[in-house]
């Protein structure tokens, strides 16, 4: 997608190699892999990335403690940087249907309770915006486990409203899609609603990123105790 805007950099330097310099404002990405691939650790590292540069971020969690990931993007003691964090969690009432929202997490009993996931969502993004945090990512991890409770056209409408909330606050988001748990009628009509698709292959260490109006590009990838790592290939010719 072209707004004539500035790219704003994820913060990952490979991947913004690949992706020319980031993405552009408003721009919806799927990023898609096997369960075994780091699709988690990168989308973890662009919600943290963005944190760590000033920017808001809203967290939609339906496979992890939102405590978990709270401790995982701030660590503990970043005051600052955890009021710059919502999160929306989706899975923790799963194990303890007692557990009660905070400042930073909102809580959510089911996942397949789409009109309240969408209310948080963009309440946070909001209220973000009210505190003067201009600049918001948004990630939704992950699609395959709504997959699991949800049919695929409640899914879309729901990515659909989400993406045009993003859009309209100039924001990026991402979301996260185990395709090989999906079926690939299923997979081809989520990808419908994408301005850019990254796909993660474990068997290869593979990232390839797809943008409109210009060829892929992809490279490697490792996973340290530093984090993630890309190297970039070059353009991949079809």
Do not use: W
């Not at 994820?10 to 993405?23: H, Q, V």
């Not at 996931?117 to 009210?130: I, Q, W």
């Not at 992809?218 to 070059?234: A, E, F, H, M």
């Amino acid at each position: 997608m072209n707004t004539g805007l500035p790219k704003v950099p994820t913060g990952i330097p490979g991947l913004d190699a690949l992706l020319d310099g980031g993405l552009a404002p408003g721009a919806f990405v799927v990023l898609d892999g096997d369960p075994m691939s780091a699709v988690h650790i990168l989308a973890l590292e662009y919600a943290a990335k963005g944190i760590a540069a000033g920017d808001g971020c809203v967290y939609l969690s339906t496979k992890e403690f939102g405590e978990n990931l709270a401790q995982e993007l701030v660590g503990a003691g970043a005051l600052d940087a955890g009021k710059r964090l919502s999160i929306v969690d989706a899975y923790s009432a799963l194990a303890d249907p007692q557990v009660r929202d905070t400042e930073m997490i909102q809580y959510v009993s089911s996942v397949s309770d789409l009109p309240k996931l969408s209310h948080l969502t963009v309440t946070a993004m909001s209220n973000l915006f009210s505190s003067g945090v201009i600049q918001q990512r948004a990630v939704v991890e992950s699609v395959d486990t709504m997959m699991m409770y949800l049919p695929i056209q409640a899914i879309y409408r729901f990515l659909f409203f989400i993406k045009a909330k993003v859009r309209s606050f100039k924001g990026t988001a991402i979301a996260v899609l185990s395709t090989d748990l999906c079926q690939e009628k299923d997979r081809g009509i989520l990808m419908e609603l994408a301005d850019v698709v990254i796909r993660m292959e474990s068997a290869t260490s593979t990232i390839k990123v797809t943008m409109p109006s210009r060829p892929p590009a992809s490279g490697r990838y490792s996973v340290d105790d530093s984090g993630l790592k890309i190297s970039p290939n070059g353009p991949v010719r079809r």
